[in-house]
């Protein structure tokens, strides 16, 4: 395809694509392309009911005493209700007290130990790379991994480190 034919395609096809924007434009503005305006007539062809709202009733926040008038759905009409109560302890509770046995209050008596406490000896030590258990591989970084390793590798000749080839490729 040539310049001349490139530059002709690119024309025609914005001259497109701006005569459909512009026919959208229009059809959503004027209602839809081809159709007759309605003529307009002195009598309203619709009948229209008239609908009556009641009075709106402002009612005040909340008072000082807690109370306020609250709509009841139901019946339509407002109750005075508390919306909210707050009530405060009138005493303190009372202290809490240990159990009255005289072990625990006794202060000559030593502690008694069934035996001398001492730590787990169990050694939680990280396996050496490449070391084999059970059929499996340690790996640092991945854990044991099944198999015991042994992969093929082999060499080919002008090859580089990357597998990328070194030299002409016909």
């Known amino acids: 395809m040539n310049k001349n034919t490139r530059r002709y395609l690119t024309f025609g096809g914005s001259a497109l694509i701006s005569i459909g924007a512009v026919a959208l434009i229009l059809i959503n503005t004027t209602g839809a392309v081809g159709q007759a305006a309605e003529p307009a007539s002195s009598t309203p062809t619709s009948t229209e009911a008239e609908v009556s709202v009641p009075e709106?009733?402002?009612v005040s926040q909340e008072s000082?005493?807690?109370?306020a008038s609250a709509f009841v759905p139901s019946s339509?009409?407002?109750a005075a209700a508390s919306l909210t109560t707050i009530s405060k302890p009138t005493s303190t509770?009372?202290?809490p007290t240990p159990p009255a046995s005289s072990a625990l209050t006794d202060k000559n008596k030593k502690p008694s130990y069934s035996g001398k406490p001492s730590a787990s000896k169990k050694a939680t030590t990280t396996p050496k790379n490449g070391e084999v258990r059970n059929g499996k591989t340690w790996m640092d970084g991945f854990g044991w991994v099944d198999g015991t390793g042994g992969g093929e590798g082999t060499v080919v000749s002008g090859m580089h480190e990357g597998g990328e080839q070194v030299g002409i490729m016909d």
């Open 56 to 58: 709106i009733k402002v």
């Open 64 to 67: 000082e005493s807690g109370s």
């Open 76 to 78: 339509g009409a407002s």
């Open 93 to 95: 509770p009372p202290k």
